[in-house]
């Protein structure tokens, strides 16, 4: 099984940036989708972003355009690059397999936007 570790999580102002990172171990990933996850309180987790193996990135409408995936299998890690946070992206971020069976969830990192 693989272990995901999410750090980078904070409390930010609307309009912010925040860059979060997520370490994978335990089996090789390089050949599957990685995705980036959110789950906002009351709400189900839900998929936001996802990384090919080769590094082709496709994301949900609601962050389509200010959030940005990247992926480093040399370095076992996933990052996600967000730009121009709103309030509604306040919620506990993970990393997992995207396209295919999941792997057990990490810790997750909180991301709050307020002001």
């Known amino acids: 099984q693989a272990q995901f570790v999410e750090s980078g999580g904070a409390l930010v102002q609307p309009g912010g940036s925040l860059r979060l990172a997520c370490v994978f171990s335990g089996r090789d990933l390089g050949p599957y989708w990685l995705g980036w996850y959110r789950q906002a309180p009351g709400q189900q987790r839900e998929l936001i972003a996802r990384v090919s193996p080769g590094g082709d990135d496709y994301y949900d409408d609601s962050v389509k355009g200010r959030f940005i995936a990247t992926r480093d299998n040399r370095k076992n890690t996933v990052h996600l690059q967000m730009n121009s946070l709103k309030p509604d992206d306040t919620a506990v971020y993970y990393c997992?397999?995207?396209?295919?069976?999941?792997?057990?969830w990490g810790q997750g990192t909180q991301v709050t936007v307020s002001a």
């Open positions: 997992n397999i995207a396209l295919a069976t999941l792997e057990p």
